[in-house]
């Protein structure tokens, strides 16, 4: 069982890159998703949450407008594309996926710890 974020790398400002988090032993369905990132000396931030249904999503406000998730059920992949990149984005970003255990939404999940899986960070650099 096992989740894995990939497709960081290096960027200029105003550039794009997809995240992808494939999932592999498990199937992402239904699951509520999190990404989240850290950067050197700065608290872990939620940037984009999903709840299980798709019902309710969570954008923190620096990536609003700039950033959007998406799912492709036959990859088992959930994605995050990031646009209009700037350099306070860089960071690790991570993913982790939560079984629901209650009818929460999507601010929720993007302001807990508690994820039944979590995966290895990928590096996004971007150069001003």
């Known amino acids: 069982v096992q989740l894995q974020a990939s497709g960081g790398g290096l960027v200029q400002a105003g550039g794009s890159l997809r995240l992808s988090c494939a999932a592999s032993?498990?199937?992402?369905?239904?699951?509520?998703i999190g990404w989240f990132r850290q950067a050197p000396g700065k608290e872990r931030e939620g940037v984009l949450c999903i709840n299980h249904s798709g019902s309710s999503t969570y954008y923190a406000d620096s990536v609003k407008g700039r950033f959007t998730i998406s799912r492709d059920y036959a990859k088992n992949t959930v994605y995050l594309q990031m646009n209009s990149l700037m350099p306070e984005d860089t960071a690790v970003y991570y993913c982790a996926a939560d079984w629901p255990k209650g009818a929460y939404d999507a601010n929720y999940y993007c302001h807990t710890d508690e994820y039944d899986y979590r995966g290895q960070g990928t590096q996004v650099t971007v150069s001003s």
């Open positions: 032993g498990f199937t992402l369905d239904y699951f509520a």
